[in-house]
């Protein structure tokens, strides 16, 4: 199975911050990633798809990069709604895998 | 938009069959343009991948849970069900049902079923 790895695994930020996570697959992936954000005892969302592209209705301060091994997700300006965990997941190969997640804080 | 409910049994004996159901609503299962796929997460864990229905009847599942796995049309109209055999407390988690838009790509998620292994 691919192996893919998010960091860090927590983080405390301001409001109005700028806030990356990176995501690491552990085999080329090529473009083949989603972003996701899980509010506490909701579903989680999905917020990028193909790596880059946002899904419709998301905020334009949500942005994701990346290709092969190395990707990033982006929150231009952090809001108080932005207080979530935010999961990576590969779909080049089944199983489809998610990251460990990315837990987001107000500083 | 389509909407997406599961349902079914919250508690389940260790050694027996966990069997939930996910209704659709606003979309079809016979659609070819959507897979229909059963997720969990256990508490405190990332999210895991159990397996996918296609509308041809068509399925694909974790190799890691394959061997316990059933993905089937449902009983009624616009149902899909899961059933897991055998579970154990590493079952307990909530159970979602997914619309997939291409193999991998999940945009739309039911409210999300608690579902504990205990006897």
């Known amino acids: 199975d691919i192996q893919m790895t998010q960091s860090p695994s927590s983080l405390s930020a301001s409001v109005g911050d700028r806030v990356t996570i990176t995501c690491q697959a552990s085999?080329?992936?090529?473009?083949?990633l989603n972003w996701y954000q899980q509010k506490p005892g909701k579903a989680p969302k999905l917020l990028i798809y193909?790596?880059?592209n946002l899904e419709t209705g998301v905020p334009s301060r949500f942005s994701g990069s990346g290709s092969g091994t190395h990707f990033s997700f982006t929150i231009t300006s952090l809001q108080p709604e932005d207080i979530a965990t935010y999961y990576c997941?590969?779909?080049?190969?089944?199983?489809?895998?998610f990251g460990g997640g990315t837990k987001l804080e107000i500083k | 938009q389509v909407q997406l409910q599961e349902s079914g049994p919250g508690l389940v004996k260790p050694s027996e069959t966990l069997s939930l159901t996910c209704t659709i609503s606003?979309?079809?299962?016979?659609?070819?343009?959507?897979?229909w796929s059963w997720i969990r997460q256990p508490p405190g864990k990332a999210p895991e991948w159990i397996g996918y229905?296609?509308?041809?009847?068509?399925?694909n599942y974790n190799p890691s849970l394959k061997s316990r796995v059933t993905i089937s049309v449902g009983t009624s109209t616009n149902q899909f069900s899961l059933r897991l055999a055998s579970v154990t407390a590493a079952d307990t988690a909530v159970y979602y049902c997914?619309?997939?838009?291409?193999?991998?790509?999940?945009?739309?998620w039911g409210p999300g079923f608690p579902v504990t292994v205990s006897s």
């Open positions: 085999q080329d992936i090529k473009y083949y």
């Open positions: 606003g979309g079809s299962i016979a659609s070819s343009t959507y897979y």
């Open positions: 229905l296609y509308h041809s009847g068509s399925t």
């Open positions: 997914v619309r997939d838009t291409v193999i991998g790509v999940f945009d739309s």
């Open positions: 997941q590969q779909y080049d190969v089944l199983p489809l895998v």
């Open positions: 193909d790596a880059s």
